[in-house]
């Protein structure tokens, strides 16, 4: 079957084929079909559409004619931008002169006059800043487009017309919107009035105006188009036109802009809820993070000691960057930095496990490759697939020198009173949780007037470069570094460009070992005496013990009771230690040291002696009298007893 046939009987065929031939009248009209048919081909499309001469395929029998695809052609611009759930404005002209205004924004900012210019008429549009973007369109022709921009006005307006720019937009209770705007350029249609005329060659043939009306200009009336068209002087097209110029009216072609306002409020106040959210989690992860840090670091009586963590990104996911300092006992003091690979709060839960291992781990005085050791074993179990580096070091004020061992952690950076800065050695180990290897010891000096860094690695690694070119940066920022620790910590954070949005977490812990002068020297002294000999050693001891405390100025309760402690430290050495001996008396601004070495490693324990045993309460003794006590192994062999006693405030 020939749906070509069909077409005039089909649903609105007939309105179709009019509104074309009203816009067209010039086009060429289609050959009948070959079939001798007098009914052109709908839509005026070719009778063969294959273009091969071969008649269209037939429809199957008893088919049923399809339907009729619905056009826009009579669709009117005013009504589907009066029914569009957004604002739409369009005006015209550099002065953006208001031609249509639809319900949606009358509804919200109030009607205005046809014609007004929109920098007096729409105030809306400059508060928003709208103005120089349709500036901007109708220069360049090209559409221009402004995101979620906050709209502020009140209930339906009602009152029409032009409002002052500091009135309210309208009566009733202000109400909060966003919207996205787009200005786009368009052409439209403007009226101009001319002199009314009719050619000579729009005549007819006898002379006469085509509509009967007189030659000398007068108006003509409505029916001129189709007195044109009965007569046939003149295409529908061309008669169009000439009715235009008859009546005295003609169009022109006036630039002008669109504005589209779409409500995206939903969006925005969604993705809010969601910020507000997130923001809600950092908060409580970093909250979580800082608590498994030490609110208050431990200041050792000879190093100056300071640490700064700074969260990295802006998203919910921490990491499990972690520092600590923990005083030892008899003067020394370690320090560790460690970093849990990953973000989250599984990083910081298993960070927070390490710390507390590694305090733990501290308090049997233990040297830093075995606390390392145990660290490794112990991460392993945690979480078998989670890795982490750390370095632990311990500082010996009697050495001057920093031992430390690194889990495949970034070096130590040291800087000499003179400014030279030194790298510690490479890793001395694996990182945490790899298992099965073993980690040593390294050292470094760090006399007075010394300062060292340690670090993670959101301090210097940078996606675009090497990450030792990060350190070799740090150590130029910390050659120049001056100040108290805490000073340096926020120097080094700065000069390397770690901000709020930085991706990574930062964790850095300065110390400096100050060279003492003047008064603050006079409150450190060292005095040491090597036990030689047999048990006449011990008298020996309890008289430099009594003649170094009487020099440094002791009451003579805190005198009497460091040469007892004394004496049953030695006597305890003496018993049990084997060569070589030496007490050493040190005298801080805080505490009194006394510490017993010996070449003997078994450690000292207190244990209750019963009251027929001649023995076994020295140390007993020592624990009562003292403020604390300890024992640990000597890196050359041996071991090394110590006790503290407070001094007295002032």
Known sequence: MNFTRWSARLPRTQRRNAARADRGARRPKPAATAGGGSVPAARGERADPSGRGEPPAAAPSGAAPPDAVPTLDGLSVHDLLGQ??????????PEHRIAYLNDTYVELFGSRAPGTPARLALPELTELGLLPLMDQVLRSGKPRTVKSRRVTAAGPATTPG???????PGPGRARHGYYTFTCSPIEMAAPRVVAPAQPADERAVDGSPVDGSPVDGSPLDGSIREAVLRKGVMPEAVATEAVATATGTVTEPVRGVLVFGADVTDQVESAERLRAGERLQREAAVTLQRSLLPQELEQPDDLRVAATYQPGGTDAAVGGDWYDVITLGAGRTALVIGDVMGRGVRAAAVMGQLRTAVRAYARLDLPPHEVLQLLDGLAAEIDPHQIATCVYAVHDPNENRLVYASAGHLPILVRDPDGTVRRASEPTGPPLGTGGWLHTTGSVPLGPGASAV??????????????YDGVAALERVFAGATGSPQVMCDRLIRALGITAEHDDDVAV?????????GHDAEL???AALELLGGVEAAPRARAFASGVLASWRFPMEL???GVLAASELVANSLQHGTPPMRLRLRRTDRRLIIEVTDGDEHLPRRRRAEPVDEAGRGISIVATIASSWGSRRTPGGGKAV?????LPAG
């Open 524 to 526: 450190f002294h060292n």
């Open 162 to 168: 032009p409002r002052q720019a500091d009135a309210a």
């Open 454 to 467: 340690l670090y993670t690695d959101g301090l210097v690694e940078r996606r675009d470069k090497d990450i």
């Open 84 to 93: 569009v759930p957004a604002l739409v404005a369009v005006v015209y002209g």
């Open 642 to 646: 110590w006790c503290e006693f407070a």
């Open 559 to 561: 005198r009497d009771l």
């Open 509 to 517: 812990l300065v110390l400096q070992h100050p060279a003492r002068t």
